[in-house]
């Protein structure tokens, strides 16, 4: 039996506005995906806090033994500056700023991102395309919608038509707006557009000739609109029904919305079961802006080199400090609380060390199986982290009771505590042991010790030439093994 059998989630999903019970389309199998950064300058911490939430997520359907495919996309044709249908490709613009490449400027935050997000101890999605790779497919949905006569042309450009969709399927159904409101809300076209109602939305662009990213398509050389991609790529990956869809919360209107009614009109069914948003990172109890100042790069936090805070931290404390906020709650980003975080984690990291140490009794003093339900009890509501660590707490000042003597545990409750206090902080969190030497020479120091093993092994079994071959290359990297009575020590030079 799988833990999943055990554990039933609930979801909150902003399509029902409900909390629901997550039953997986297919058995055993969850399809996620995430909207992923937009490529053209150092990924924002906001963001790095959504991308955090649904590893958080991605993590514990895994612990749960569910085969999950999570597919997060990065973003690099095709968003065009003012998050609509005008303005200048945010990746083209910062091309022609640097004077280089488009690519360049993909590759340069491509890598800026997954630097980051490996400090943070992130797992790599199952796939990670991107929207270019898929221009394709792209071509090929365009063409569905234009059939379905869901969209139109004008002058190369194709774009949704948002009032004939609505007439059969509600345009608005998952951040709750309808389109009498967006109509009345929405300023008149300035008759530059070529769209027949300011609400349509562009599923292809005819390319400027001083526009550099484009391709060739049956309406003309362009590029996709900016929605369209992450259609083909869930599609294409997960299929025209999937389990979860998940991003900011930013990303509801109009971004999720299209999604919905792109999906809809090409296959003619619902994309999506459950949609989930991540809220919003402030900071100092501001929304945080460049131009404000109020504003911190993720990489600052490790190097400390930013005036809203004291001290460079850990990536695991920040990590440990965001999960500590519900990922649907806005999370306000201070020193102060960083530094709470930071004696937290500490205290946490103390007590799954004493783990390795403790004297066992006849009996416990604490009921260990409920204590681990209640962590899954709070997992399975809508992923409630901060509740997990409150009784992750529990068990620290349990396990400091045993210490102490004034508490006591048995062999088998403190191998099932171990085993639950690792799987909850290093597996379902993702945090990791700060306090343990981890340095590069006490690596370096395992791998010798394997080594000398095996020659101790290769020794017995007479095999010479084996054993001579490690020292000897060993010797070459520059490590001297030391044979004595006692056994076999090592020295580097
Ligand atoms: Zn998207």
Redesign the pocket.
């Known amino acids: 039996m799988q833990l999943f059998d055990q554990q039933q989630i609930k979801v909150y999903n902003t399509l029902s506005g409900e909390k629901e019970i997550f039953k997986p389309i297919n058995d055993g199998h969850v399809g996620m ?4 950064p937009t490529v053209y300058s150092n990924v924002h911490l906001g963001n790095v806090r959504t991308f955090m939430s649904f590893d958080m997520i991605f993590r514990y359907f895994k612990h749960l033994g569910y085969k999950v495919r999570y597919v997060r ?1 990065i ?1 690099d044709a095709g968003h065009l500056e003012n998050d609509a249908d005008v303005g200048e490709d945010r990746i083209a613009k910062k091309a022609r700023l640097e004077e280089i490449e488009p690519m360049e400027v993909v590759q340069r935050y491509t890598v800026d991102f997954h630097n980051i997000l490996n400090k943070f101890n992130f797992l790599p999605p199952s796939i990670e395309p991107t929207a270019t790779g898929h221009i394709i497919e792209q071509i090929e949905i365009i063409r569905k919608i234009i059939d379905n006569d869901l969209a139109y042309v004008v002058n190369g450009s194709v774009y949704f038509d948002v009032l004939k969709y609505n007439e059969t399927k509600p345009y608005g159904i998952l951040s709750k707006r309808n389109v009498e409101d967006l109509i009345h809300n929405t300023r008149t076209l300035d008759g530059q557009s070529d769209k027949k109602n300011p609400q349509d939305f562009a599923l292809w662009k005819k390319a400027e000739p001083q526009h550099i990213m484009r391709w060739p398509s049956p309406w003309s050389d362009g590029f996709p609109g ?2 369209l ?2 259609t083909a790529m ?1 599609t294409k990956y997960l299929g025209e029904h999937f389990d979860i869809h998940g ?1 900011g919360m930013d ?1 509801k209107f109009p ?2 919305e299209c ?1 919905i009614a792109q999906a809809e009109a090409t296959n003619n069914v619902a994309p999506v079961n459950y949609w989930m948003h991540a809220n919003m990172l402030i900071m100092n109890g501001k929304k945080m802006a460049k131009s404000t100042g109020n504003y911190i790069l993720p990489n600052e936090i490790f190097t400390g080199d930013n005036p809203h805070i004291t001290k460079a931290y850990s990536p695991s404390v920040a990590r440990f400090f965001m999960l500590q906020a519900h990922y649907r709650s806005v999370l306000d980003f201070t020193n102060d609380g960083l530094l709470a975080s930071e004696k937290g984690f500490f205290r946490l990291m103390d007590a799954i060390n004493l783990l390795d140490v403790l004297k066992t009794s006849e009996k416990s003093s604490f009921n260990i199986s409920e204590w681990k339900q209640k962590c899954y009890d709070a997992m399975n509501d809508d992923f409630n982290t901060p509740i997990v660590i409150a009784n992750l707490f529990e068990a620290v000042k349990y396990i400091n009771q045993i210490k102490d003597g004034s508490a006591s545990i048995t062999h088998s409750d403190l191998a099932e505590l171990k085993d639950s206090m690792h799987a909850f902080v290093f597996d379902i969190l993702g945090l990791e042991n700060a306090t343990k030497s981890n340095t590069d020479s006490d690596k370096l120091s395992g791998a010798v010790e394997i080594l000398i093993q095996l020659r101790q092994e290769a020794r017995a079994n007479k095999d010479f030439a084996l054993s001579d071959k490690i020292r000897d290359e060993l010797a070459e990297a520059g490590i001297q093994l030391n044979d004595s009575r006692d056994g076999t020590t090592f020295s580097t030079n």
């Open positions: 995906y995430v909207c992923g996309n973003t900016w929605h991609e992450c869930s991003g990303l971004h999720h999604e």
